[in-house]
């Protein structure tokens, strides 16, 4: 079988800016051998300091595979996490490279957290990425209401020590003003985001942070999300854990696999295209009851607000606003946590439906990550 896996280049942050440091080239090996024809999944973490735009390169292994910027109108130390499907032949077994380039701007960019996704062909002692769901339901925190909720949820299988797990989680602010908030695992903070009285309310952005696979074990593991200071309200939802744990010679187990649906970003709405509907085949039954993540990303270009909903095979599982007081061109990723029963063995559609706004919705980057139901071995 074709399984996910992944590799760490960088937790620790660093700043670029023009005129001072310009560029940062990240390097680690991939030991495994990255299945061809499957694709990639980049992801970074980036924030914007001091005053002004700012934009920057993504290379890897020198092919430029994004180029984003943040705008003077994004809050300073605004915490945003970004993905890039990228071919996998982009990747290779061995040393690998990532390069960060600013290009343009006044302002800093902060780089951290940056993972690279891939599938390879299933070895019966291979490391393998596998994940757990904590929460979808959203909630909310705010100071002199309820101020913390601790996720629980039970880890079968034993993660592997040193090699780094991945927290995804998305949040938002509803009410007036700023909102900050820790995020503790198993009792060690491991991120402090802000976000502030700028960001226009209910504006979905999703979140990882890289953690060491130390802070999580075997068994019950708690996430606890804190409020702790500002007069906003944050809600969170789809909170889940990846991790590395070795099969140990039994490949008739579930595991992690992802499935590509588009790269590419295409337009819609009101007055032109309103709809697309991406299809591509999952070849392994998804394991009912484990959950699936869907993740893509949007941009609004043109003036005002757009809204739109996202369907999984006719069912919708969200609809988001991206308002007129967002940047035109500032690309977001978000997460989707969905049921595996909405997703099957075969076909599988995927729609995007522009339901409101003047604006115009960009869509790319679209993936599904779900568990194979005990797929069989590929040797």
Known sequence: ???????????????????????????????????????AILMWKHWRTGVGPVSYQVLVNGKVVANPTISGNTATEEFTSLHELIGTSDVRSGENNIEFRVTAGTSTVRISDVNIFYLQKDVVQTRVAD?????????????????????SANIENAPKPGEGAILMWKHWRTGSGPVSYQVLVNGTEVFAPTISGDTASENFTFLHENIS?????????????RVTSGTGTVRISDVVIFYRRDLDGNINQPVA????????????KIGGDVDRTLSADIEYSPKLGEGAILMWKHMR???????????????EVFAPTISGDTASGESLSLNESISTENI??????????????????????????????NAPAVT
């Open 301 to 315: 270009t043109g003036p005002g607000p757009v809204s739109y909903e996202v369907l999984v095979n006719g069912v």
């Open 344 to 373: 099957n063995a075969g076909e599988n559609n995927i729609e995007f439906r522009v339901t409101g706004g003047t604006g115009t919705v960009s869509i790319s980057d679209v993936a599904v990550f779900y568990r194979n139901a």
């Open 1 to 39: 079988m074709v399984v996910a896996n992944y590799e760490f280049f960088n937790d620790v942050s660093f700043g670029l800016k023009i005129g001072a440091d310009i560029d940062r080239t990240l390097s680690t090996n991939i030991t495994n051998t990255p299945k061809s024809g499957e694709g």
């Open 131 to 151: 994940y757990e769901f904590f929460n979808d339901v959203s909630f909310g925190l705010k100071i002199g209401g309820d101020i913390d909720r601790t996720l």
């Open 213 to 225: 696979t130390n802070t999580i074990k075997a068994g019950e593991n708690n996430i606890e999300f």
């Open 257 to 268: 696999g992802y499935e590509y649906f588009r790269d590419a970003p295409f337009g819609l």
